[in-house]
């Protein structure tokens, strides 16, 4: 039986291994830079899922225009009067 790219024997010790070498590679003062960069990332990732989700999920009414700050509003439809003006 042929294990899924040896995921199933990482132990303590492989941890504390990789966990070292990382420190090699990058530094003490680097890692925190990337964990912070990644955060964001990962922050920015799960806005735009959720601005998507809503997108999804509002009725459709009205016509859409973009404003400035790229937000979709909802216009109201015109009125009589405006029309004959």
Do not use: H
């Not at 941890?15 to 680097?30: N, P, Q, S």
């Not at 955060?39 to 998507?52: A, C, D």
């Not at 400035?68 to 439809?77: D, I, L, N």
Request: proline content about 4%; glycine content about 12%.
């Amino acid at each position: 039986m042929e294990k899924f790219l040896f995921l199933g024997n990482i132990g303590v010790w492989e941890i504390v291994l990789i966990a070292l070498v990382v420190l090699l590679f990058f530094g003490g003062r680097k890692i925190p830079e990337l964990m912070k960069g990644l955060g964001k990332g990962v922050k920015s990732f799960k806005e735009g899922m959720t601005e998507v989700e809503k997108e999804l999920n509002t009725p459709v009414s009205g016509t859409k225009s973009e404003t400035s700050s790229g937000k979709v509003e909802t216009e109201p439809a015109k009125s009589e009067e405006t029309d004959r003006k």
